[in-house]
């Protein structure tokens, strides 16, 4: 494997320029030769002191086929410009280099025998290639890694297992770029560092090869971290915003963006995104973590690094901040309504807050239950079974409540309740609701019209959980019972 530096290319001109140059060269060369000929013949009998000399007519022979032999080699490689240029213009066929190569390799061999035959009429070719097993032997050994590449090129070409433009990573030692061209001998790929690497074909043939083909929607990752108190589905959908607008980032697949790994300083993410174009994979990337950097800036997430937290456990209630904003919240429920400030402080500090993930269930069908929830923030889903596919039968936003149905009565949970989006709710058990009915009986009749209203809801749902509907008059003395209050 050779690796140089890049070089710019000689323009066409001065090509067409030393062309020409080397075939008046080469012409001249043989017209001076052919006029002395017999001169330089005397010249070679005197030194060898034998007249006439077999060995002088060999080796003007030589001389001869030589120069006819660098004149044939500049013909061939003008009938391969034309006939290759010439298809490229009327066809548009861009033919691979190996299959140029291997029309001047045969042309060529093909004028050399013809020219041979002439200039040695005696020597028998065919004689000599089959015969000649020594011959045979030197030249398999001086060619093997000629042919070795020759053949591999061949397959490379046949097989198309990526072509001039797309970018491969060669071998253990990860040669990465973009393929400039595949000849007879190697293959050149243009690094990201804009050199230029050849892989001998052979060498190519043994080592695995991954293709980013030019065709192909080709994806990256990109890892990033959060600390642990940022919330995943925020974060998930500020970077997945973000990388979606990035310059060369596909707009055909929208990126993905998913923990990769709870790890000791934070969340660890990754978000793969498709490009346009994979050649710029580099930039790309860099651009996708700027605008990662900028979304967090504004969104108020932060990057994880290097931490230690303690923390130091105290009495829930006593820790729970932003206590306000729960009574607040409560104090919004209607059938919360008539509690005292007191009474709505004293449930605020036995609720308990939770966080689901988009999609997660909060309460599932048939589980018991012993506490109900308001929705803090987010939103959630009811959900009810029917004939084995879950069908929605209400949608509950912030400050609505759920789950009221088992903790009053005591029966199973009567539906799903499954969190749209990331939702925190507020959950109060059984003991916070008895201590507020002892002081507030009123709200058991206000609750029961409620249940018997979702109840009417759930059973006209077929498959659903719930009892055939209840009075409200027959749930509140159940309710009355369930909580061991007076009749
Ligand atoms: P529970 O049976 O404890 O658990 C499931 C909850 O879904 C149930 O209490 C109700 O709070 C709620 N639910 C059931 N049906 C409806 C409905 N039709 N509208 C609103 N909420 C409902």
Same mark, same amino acid.
């Given at each position: 494997?050779?690796?140089?530096?890049?070089?710019?290319? =000689?323009?066409?001109?001065?090509?067409?320029?030393?062309?020409?140059?080397?075939?008046?060269?080469?012409?001249?060369?043989?017209?001076?030769?052919?006029?002395?000929?017999?001169?330089?013949?005397?010249?070679?009998?005197?030194?060898?002191?034998?007249?006439?000399?077999?060995?002088?007519?060999?080796?003007?022979?030589?001389?001869?086929?030589?120069?006819?032999?660098?004149?044939?080699?500049?013909?061939?490689?003008?009938?391969?410009?034309?006939?290759?240029?010439?298809?490229?213009?009327?066809?548009?066929?861009?033919?691979?280099?190996?299959?140029?190569?291997?029309?001047?390799?045969?042309?060529?061999?093909?004028?050399?025998?013809?020219?041979?035959?002439?200039?040695?009429?005696?020597?028998?070719?065919?004689?000599?290639?089959?015969?000649?097993?020594?011959?045979?032997?030197?030249?398999?050994?001086?060619?093997?890694?000629?042919?070795?590449?020759?053949?591999?090129?061949?397959?490379?070409?046949?097989?198309?297992?990526?072509?001039?433009?797309?970018?491969?990573?060669?071998?253990?030692?990860?040669?990465?770029?973009?393929?400039?061209?595949?000849?007879?001998?190697?293959?050149?790929?243009?690094?990201?560092?804009?050199?230029?690497?050849?892989?001998?074909?052979?060498?190519?043939?043994?080592?695995?090869?991954?293709?980013?083909?030019?065709?192909?929607?080709?994806?990256?990752?990109?890892?990033?971290?959060?600390?642990?108190?940022?919330? =995943?589905?925020?974060?998930?959908?500020?970077?997945?915003?973000?990388?979606?607008?990035?310059?060369?980032?596909?707009?055909?697949?929208?990126?993905?963006?998913?923990?990769?790994?709870?790890?000791?300083?934070?969340?660890?993410?990754?978000?793969?995104? /498709?490009?346009?174009?994979?050649?710029?994979?580099?930039?790309?990337?860099?651009?996708?973590?700027?605008?990662? /950097?900028?979304?967090?800036?504004?969104?108020?997430?932060?990057?994880?690094?290097?931490?230690?937290?303690?923390?130091?456990?105290?009495?829930?209630?006593?820790?729970?901040?932003?206590?306000?904003?729960?009574?607040?919240?409560?104090?919004?429920?209607?059938?919360?309504?008539?509690?005292?400030?007191?009474?709505?402080?004293?449930?605020?500090?036995?609720?308990?807050?939770?966080?689901?993930?988009?999609?997660?269930?909060?309460?599932?069908?048939?589980?018991?239950?012993?506490?109900?929830?308001?929705?803090?923030?987010?939103?959630?889903?009811?959900?009810?079974?029917?004939?084995?596919?879950?069908?929605?039968?209400?949608?509950?936003?912030?400050?609505?409540?759920?789950?009221?149905?088992?903790?009053?009565?005591?029966?199973?949970?009567?539906?799903?309740?499954?969190?749209?989006?990331?939702?925190?709710?507020?959950?109060?058990?059984?003991?916070?609701?008895?201590?507020?009915?002892?002081?507030?009986?009123?709200?058991?009749?206000?609750?029961?019209?409620?249940?018997?209203?979702?109840?009417?809801?759930?059973?006209?749902?077929?498959?659903?959980?719930?009892?055939?509907?209840?009075?409200?008059?027959?749930?509140?003395?159940?309710?009355?019972?369930?909580?061991?209050?007076?009749?």
């Amino acid at each position: 494997m050779i690796k140089i530096g890049a070089v710019s290319r =000689p323009r066409f001109t001065n090509k067409v320029v030393l062309f020409f140059a080397a075939w008046a060269a080469a012409l001249l060369a043989m017209y001076l030769f052919w006029s002395f000929e017999s001169v330089i013949k005397e010249l070679l009998e005197h030194r060898m002191g034998t007249s006439p000399s077999p060995s002088a007519v060999t080796i003007t022979s030589a001389v001869k086929l030589f120069l006819i032999g660098i004149t044939a080699y500049l013909f061939v490689r003008a009938l391969n410009f034309l006939f290759f240029g010439l298809a490229f213009r009327l066809k548009r066929i861009d033919a691979p280099t190996l299959i140029r190569n291997i029309f001047t390799i045969v042309v060529f061999t093909i004028l050399f025998l013809i020219a041979f035959t002439f200039i040695f009429p005696d020597v028998n070719l065919g004689a000599l290639f089959t015969t000649s097993a020594i011959f045979g032997v030197i030249l398999g050994l001086a060619l093997q890694d000629t042919l070795g590449n020759f053949f591999a090129g061949i397959s490379l070409q046949a097989d198309r297992p990526f072509q001039v433009g797309d970018v491969i990573v060669v071998g253990a030692q990860r040669h990465t770029g973009v393929v400039e061209e595949i000849s007879w001998r190697a293959i050149k790929i243009r690094t990201f560092t804009n050199h230029v690497v050849l892989i001998a074909n052979s060498n190519a043939a043994r080592e695995p090869i991954e293709v980013c083909p030019r065709d192909n929607l080709n994806a990256r990752i990109v890892v990033f971290n959060t600390l642990y108190t940022d919330s =995943p589905a925020k974060t998930i959908h500020v970077v997945r915003e973000a990388v979606r607008e990035a310059e060369n980032v596909s707009t055909k697949v929208s990126p993905i963006v998913r923990i990769r790994n709870l790890g000791d300083n934070g969340v660890d993410y990754e978000v793969k995104y /498709w490009l346009e174009d994979y050649a710029k994979y580099n930039d790309t990337d860099a651009l996708v973590r700027q605008r990662i /950097w900028y979304a967090f800036r504004r969104a108020g997430l932060n990057f994880a690094y290097p931490t230690r937290t303690l923390f130091v456990e105290r009495h829930r209630a006593a820790v729970q901040r932003d206590g306000g904003a729960i009574v607040e919240r409560l104090s919004a429920v209607d059938i919360f309504a008539p509690l005292s400030v007191e009474e709505t402080g004293m449930l605020a500090q036995a609720a308990v807050r939770h966080v689901f993930a988009p999609g997660e269930m909060v309460i599932r069908a048939g589980d018991p239950g012993s506490s109900m929830f308001v929705v803090h923030n987010g939103r959630v889903r009811v959900q009810v079974n029917d004939n084995g596919r879950p069908r929605t039968v209400a949608t509950l936003n912030e400050g609505d409540f759920f789950g009221e149905m088992a903790l009053f009565t005591g029966e199973p949970r009567t539906a799903n309740v499954v969190a749209l989006e990331e939702t925190e709710v507020l959950e109060i058990g059984h003991s916070a609701m008895k201590r507020v009915f002892d002081t507030n009986p009123d709200l058991v009749e206000s609750l029961s019209f409620i249940i018997a209203e979702r109840r009417q809801g759930l059973a006209s749902q077929a498959d659903s959980a719930a009892p055939a509907s209840d009075s409200s008059a027959g749930l509140l003395s159940a309710i009355k019972r369930f909580f061991g209050l007076s009749q």
